[in-house]
């Protein structure tokens, strides 16, 4: 079992920056392959960016548009997601998910992310 806990939003103006942060206890996270999501209000929760268990990394570019980047710390057990230039249609919930060897999906309960401009 793992559990997952986002950290590192907050209220940001446009063109600012955010490294958010998911820390996992629990199950041995260099197996699970993992996942930054994001839910706007009254969106449904749409695909951000993902890393594999050896760094290999892929991401939304609808989303993204080249200003995220998604990496991990196997001997730290964290997930972090770099946001850069940030726009206000990047306001949403941003949620971090480990997939375990057996197809699991684990979801931490979120950080939120505002962005004004």
């Known amino acids: 079992q793992v559990r997952l806990l986002e950290s590192g939003g907050g209220s940001v103006q446009s063109g600012g920056s955010l490294r958010l942060s998911c820390a996992a206890s629990?199950?041995?996270?260099?197996?699970?392959?993992m996942e930054w999501f994001r839910q706007a209000a009254g969106k449904e929760r749409e695909f951000v960016a993902g890393?594999?268990?050896?760094?290999?990394?892929?991401s939304n570019a609808g989303v993204t548009k080249g200003r995220f980047t998604i990496s991990r710390d196997n001997t730290k057990k964290m997930l972090y997601l770099q946001m850069n230039n940030l726009k206000p249609e990047d306001t949403a919930d941003y949620y971090c998910?480990?997939?375990?060897?057996?197809?699991?999906?684990?979801w931490g309960h979120g950080t939120l992310v505002t962005v004004s401009s």
């Open positions: 998910a480990a997939t375990t060897p057996s197809g699991l999906k684990v």
């Open positions: 890393i594999s268990r050896t760094g290999s990394s892929t």
């Open positions: 629990g199950g041995t996270f260099s197996w699970y392959a």
